[in-house]
Structures are given as C-alpha cells and as structure tokens.
C-alpha cells in the first residue's frame, strides 16, 4: 500500500494517511468489492471486510473442489490423459488456495474415478507402485492402455473375420460359421493324415 500499511494495522480515523489507504484499497478492487471499502468507517475496517469477504470465498471454493475430487469419475469415451488432466487440475486450485492436500489423495481419487475398463490396471498398479506418484501412476496407466489397445488390435483381425464367416458355408464340411480354411473338421483329417502308421 505504497506506505501507507500503517494505517491498515492501526485504526487510525480521519487521517489523511487513512484516507489515502482507504482510497488505494478501493482503486484496488474489483468493482462488486467496492461497497465494502466505501461502506467502512477506515481503512483498516475496509481491509477487515475484504479479508472476511475473501476468506467466505475461500472456504465455499474449497468445498467445491473437495466435492469435484470427491466426485471425480472418468467421463464415457474420455482419454486418460484428459482424465488425469482434470484431476491435476482440481489438485492445482486446492494447493492455490492452500488446500493440504496430499498427492496420495489425488491419486487415489483417480484411480476410484477410472471406469470399469481400468480395473484390472488399476489392481496392477496398485500392486507395483510403492510410491503413489501421480505422473508415475498416470504412466503406468498409459503402458497398460496402449498394451490393451496393441492385444485388442492385434485380435481385431480374428473378430473381424469371424464376423463376416457367421453366416458362410463350410466347402468341407458344409456348416455354417465358418470357411474351409478355419475349419477344424479339415484340420484334425489333414492331422491323422499325416500321421505315419508303424
């Protein structure tokens, strides 16, 4: 306050140092604020109820972080990476409004809030991290997903062209569901075929 911290600290009425403070807190604030300081007898009543209107913020800001981390759950169809975002997020605005909020609680708020698809990942993690990291967990997380999407992929093929066989013939066999080439009935003759009589 430019020097003039004094009269905030001791109510001094009527000074022209009390003036002055009382006038540079107003130019200060933000407008919705200004009837707090032109409605105070001084410029340290005017601090004062800036400092109880701010901590009224804070605590209602608190308890809406504490319900969004409460809450946190994996959208449908969100990236992990956008998930763990918006958990970081919500952690970064409660260590800003000096939330003690521990990294542990974090994680395992993302982990409760991943879906169901991550539950076997989740069990995997927990079962090899001794520290529970954020950054470390969320690439944990990354290793297993691309794992899962590489397995799915590479069965994709199989799914694909069982898909189109449902409703095909068998030429060896006759039965539907399948063509020749997969056809188990062809692979056990060609089998015993090949075996060599002694």
């Not at 009224?56 to 969004?68: D, E, F, G, H, P």
Request: hydrophobic share 40%; with cysteine.
């Amino acid at each position: 306050l430019k020097g003039l911290w004094q009269a905030v600290e001791e109510e001094s009425t009527g000074t022209s140092r009390d003036r002055q403070a009382k006038a540079l807190i107003g130019l200060a604030v933000q407008d919705r604020l200004v009837p707090y300081v032109t409605g105070a007898a001084t410029a340290k009543d005017a601090w004062d109820a800036l400092d109880r209107v701010f901590k009224a913020c804070s605590n209602a800001r608190s308890l809406k972080l504490t319900q969004a981390l409460t809450n946190l759950s994996m959208q449908p169809k969100e990236a992990l990476t956008s998930y763990a975002a918006r958990a970081k997020s919500i952690w970064d605005q409660q260590l800003a409004i000096g939330e003690d909020v521990s990294e542990r609680q974090i994680v395992l708020s993302l982990l409760n809030g991943l879906s169901e698809d991550y539950r076997n990942m989740v069990q995997n993690v927990l079962s090899t991290s001794t520290d529970l990291d954020l950054n470390e967990v969320v690439s944990k997380l990354l290793l297993v997903e691309q794992k899962g999407v590489l397995e799915i992929g590479s069965n994709a093929a199989l799914y694909a062209r069982v898909a189109r066989t449902q409703d095909r013939e068998c030429w060896y066999c006759h039965k539907k569901g399948h063509v020749k080439a997969d056809c188990l009935k062809r692979k056990r003759d060609n089998a015993a075929a090949s075996v060599i009589p002694l």
